[in-house]
């Protein structure tokens, strides 16, 4: 577990009403249904839009070294997911995010082979960023984008390369650009 194990994590329901806080530590192994978000920048690319997708760090506890969309985090007790989204995208990709807005929301849940579980009530949001990136290593390992086609396709083909919920933040992305 990362040195933020002992940060308190929003407890839900099904329809994310709250009810209670927990550690990231125990929620994640009790595998207890929390609040998070999944952000996805994007940029009007050469043959169309192209998704932000970040590596997560070596050192992450789960799912490390594998491709996920470009932020994802917790809201903190009192913090809207918009606002927590705005501050996370500053604090791991080191940009600013702009025109951030939800465009769904799923529950997942994942066991990992260390016997840790993600547990999510997920808010996914999209938007744009502005600045360089100036990624926090211990939470990316690298960053890259990609068109929709292009990830269409890996998704197919080498989906053991994403992390658990990324297939179904990406689908939606891609879904909501078509509208």
Same mark, same amino acid.
């Given at each position: ?37 999944? #952000? ?5 690319? $050469? @043959?169309?839009?192209?998704?932000? %997708?970040?590596? =997560?760090?070596? *050192? ?50 994942? #066991? ?5 579980? $993600? @547990?999510?009530?997920?808010?996914? %949001?999209?938007? =744009?960023?502005? *600045? ?48």
């Amino acid at each position: 577990m990362d040195n933020a194990a002992n940060d308190e994590l929003i407890l839900v329901d099904g329809l994310d009403r709250q009810l209670g806080v927990a550690t990231k530590q125990r929620t994640h192994v009790e595998g207890l249904l929390h609040r998070a978000f999944s #952000v996805q920048l994007l940029r009007d690319g $050469e @043959h169309g839009p192209e998704l932000l %997708l970040s590596q =997560r760090a070596a *050192g992450k506890y789960h799912s490390a070294g594998l491709w996920a969309n470009s932020c994802c985090s917790h809201p903190r007790a009192g913090e809207t997911v918009i606002d927590a989204a705005y501050r996370r995208v500053r604090e791991e990709l080191g940009c600013s995010a702009i025109d951030l807005r939800e465009i769904s929301a799923f529950v997942y849940r994942a #066991v990992f082979e260390d016997g840790m579980c $993600e @547990h999510e009530y997920d808010h996914v %949001l999209v938007g =744009r960023c502005e *600045g360089a990136f100036a990624p926090d290593p211990s939470e990316i390992a690298a960053l890259r984008w990609v068109g929709v086609n292009e990830l269409a396709a890996q998704l197919a083909s080498a989906p053991e390369r994403f992390t658990a919920w990324a297939p179904m933040v990406l689908s939606l992305v891609m879904a909501s650009l078509e509208r």
